[in-house]
């Protein structure tokens, strides 16, 4: 755990509100400084600070992203559609070739 920042709490909530006030918002550690008007170490403890909150996470391409947004869940799978055959001559008819023999 690292120790207290002197940072007031007041930046935190600010960079929180920008990530919740903007959906989607992916930056680099570059645009968080120009953004935010901060300097190197500043921007790396605060933003050090919000990943280990669980407020944000670091993307492979070194993005910060808010949590639920940094890692988007695979889609759902939709279940197939399947034909049903009711007679005999149907399920014959359906059945690949292959399986025919």
């Known amino acids: 755990m690292s ?21 989607g918002l992916r930056l680099t550690p570059p645009q968080a400084r120009r953004l935010w008007g901060l300097d190197e170490q500043q921007c790396t403890e605060l933003l050090n600070r919000l990943v280990e909150a669980g407020f944000l996470d670091a ?9 639920s947004e940094a890692f988007p869940s695979l889609p759902r799978a939709r279940p197939a559609k399947a034909e049903f055959a009711d007679t005999l001559s149907q399920i014959t008819r359906l059945q690949p070739a292959s399986r025919r023999a």
């Open 59 to 67: 993307t492979a391409d070194g993005r910060y992203a808010r949590r």
């Open 3 to 23: 120790p207290p920042s002197s940072y007031p709490d007041d930046l935190l909530d600010r960079i929180r509100g920008e990530y919740l006030a903007l959906p």
